[in-house]
């Protein structure tokens, strides 16, 4: 089992900037993928971005430029810099780990950004 925590989330003005935070634990060993996604009422789960131990694997076309995702391998920890936050994302972000030898996945309990115009 793996245990996300988050945090990082809140309100913010059109233009302003986040960090989000989320932090592993428990059986985290073998090859992992990190991620955040993203979800409003009605809508799918979608992707943000990924990352490796090492590599940034994917990200969203909509936040390319604007959002990075970084990760301290020593703290477990991902992170999510949202910059130019725009009102549409607005959104619960929610941390993801996934075991790929195991092909499971473990989500956190997601965190509300909410950007006013």
């Known amino acids: 089992q793996v245990q996300l925590v988050e945090s990082g989330g809140g309100l913010v003005q059109a233009g302003g900037s986040l960090r989000l935070s989320c932090t592993a634990s428990g059986s985290i060993i073998g090859f992992n993928v990190m991620g955040w996604f993203r979800q409003t009422p009605g809508k799918q789960r979608e992707l943000v971005a990924t990352i490796t131990s090492t590599t940034v694997t994917n990200v969203a076309d909509s936040v390319k430029g604007r959002f990075t995702i970084s990760r301290d391998n020593a703290k477990n920890t991902v992170y999510l810099q949202m910059n130019s936050l725009k009102p549409e994302d607005t959104a619960v972000y929610y941390c993801?780990?996934?075991?790929?030898?195991?092909?499971?996945?473990?989500w956190g309990q997601g965190t509300q950004v909410t950007v006013s115009s």
């Open positions: 993801n780990f996934r075991r790929v030898i195991w092909n499971d996945n473990y």
